[in-house]
């Protein structure tokens, strides 16, 4: 009796292995998306800003939040939901999936220099040290993404894109105003189903980290 020979079905097992894993790691090196915190108390949108990694509060469990322990009294009245607490966070070298920058703790009011690291596709661990000791972190698990690349980045490397005004972001603009931001369109794949409106949108456009990605 003839047998079917093993060795195509081991070439395409083998091939369907391949895919998978360059799947996974394809997806693997793009932090982008929204992130709930390991306590559960808000949820945080990273984005790729010209050449960094940015995060930004986009969901708070208990709205109206206020960055009432930053050092500069002028920003003590800010909205939490918006405000960037990932910064300028850059690829580290010789590491497909580790960005080193800063991070912003409200708690305290104080940056201190951070490690993000994507073990995986949907969890993405936060170190934050401060003079390389009394290191702590937590581990944040993803809610959705990865997302489409800013359109501000493209503006930022095209002159001709340059001349073509912004999209406005209206939450930001409240949010400066210490007002509580205008209910908007829901952007697809947002972050809660229960709240069907994105009130922070794209992130780069963002004042505090467009000033500082440009």
């Known amino acids: 009796m003839l047998?079917?020979?093993r060795f195509p079905k081991r070439i395409l097992a083998y091939?369907?292995?391949v895919l998978a894993v360059s799947m996974t790691q394809a997806m693997a090196g793009d932090p982008t998306g929204?992130?709930?915190v390991e306590d559960g108390v808000a949820n945080i949108r990273v984005a790729a800003c010209h050449g960094s990694m940015w995060g930004a509060v986009a969901w708070e469990k208990t709205p109206g939040g206020r960055d009432k322990n930053n050092p500069d009294a002028?920003?003590?009245s800010r909205l939490t939901l918006g405000m960037p607490i990932l910064l300028d966070m850059k690829k580290k070298k010789g590491s497909a999936d580790q960005w080193e920058g800063k991070i912003y703790n409200a708690k305290d009011g104080k940056f201190y220099d951070s490690t993000m690291t994507l073990n995986n596709p949907n969890e993405l661990e936060i170190e934050g040290c401060v003079l390389g000791i009394l290191c702590g972190g937590q581990t944040w698990t993803r809610l959705s993404g990865p997302i489409p690349s800013s359109p501000s980045n493209s503006a930022a490397s095209d002159p001709a894109?340059?001349?073509?005004?912004a999209a406005k972001t209206p939450s930001v603009a409240a949010k400066n105003a210490g007002k509580a931001p205008p209910k908007t369109a829901g952007q697809k794949g947002a972050a809660e189903s229960a709240t069907p409106t994105d009130p922070v949108g794209d992130i780069c456009l963002i004042p505090d980290i467009a000033r500082t990605a440009h």
């Open 161 to 165: 894109a340059k001349s073509v005004p």
């Open 15 to 17: 091939c369907g292995f």
């Open 3 to 5: 047998q079917s020979p």
């Open 74 to 76: 002028a920003k003590r």
């Open 34 to 36: 929204d992130w709930r």
